[in-house]
């Protein structure tokens, strides 16, 4: 009977289904944001294309470290602590984008591998709120609307961190 119920509640659990970001004007309590950018570390390219890491914490703690080498194991230390706008803007930044639309090619599951060496910059994206976490593998060539997006949104997080174009 107790696997029955539990199996009754899973099913439940899986028709819910991941929270329509469009729900929360605001930066949900739960957000988290972690990129990584990985490719050439090439001084000449736009600030969003070079190797980075950039964690933005629940309680607006942003962590950025940058340059080659840098990598999804890496943990960064704290550069900034953001304002609740900051925040706001950024949550707003990636709601109203291309980025959590449920039919983004550049989702990938849960638990695969986001291992990335690249020739070309690309960023691995986690984004979490309202309970679930987003995993996205994103070229940066700038030839998609998620590429396009993850541009954007690097370059904004780059800018609060005070790194330059």
Excluded: K
Excluded at 96 to 122: E, H, K, T, V, Y
Aim: hydrophobic share 40%.
């Amino acid at each position: 009977m107790r696997s029955l119920a539990l199996l009754i509640v899973l099913n439940l659990a899986a028709c819910v289904g991941a929270p329509d970001p469009l729900e929360y004007e605001r930066a949900p309590a739960d957000f988290t944001l972690d990129i990584t950018v990985q490719g050439p570390a090439e001084p000449t390219l736009p600030r969003a294309q070079r190797p980075a890491r950039y964690i933005v914490e629940p309680d607006g703690v942003l962590r950025v470290g940058v340059g080659e080498g840098v990598s999804e194991d890496y943990y960064p230390p704290q550069t900034r602590q953001l304002t609740h706008n900051n925040v706001d803007r950024l949550w707003r930044l990636i709601r109203d984008s291309s980025i959590l639309a449920p039919d983004n090619p550049d989702r990938i599951r849960p638990g695969r591998p986001l291992g990335m060496a690249q020739p070309r910059p690309a960023a691995q994206i986690i984004v979490t709120f309202g309970g679930t976490t987003n995993y996205f593998r994103v070229l940066l060539d700038g030839e998609t609307p998620g590429s396009e997006s993850g541009l954007r949104l690097i370059d904004h997080l780059a800018g609060l961190a005070w790194i330059e174009q």
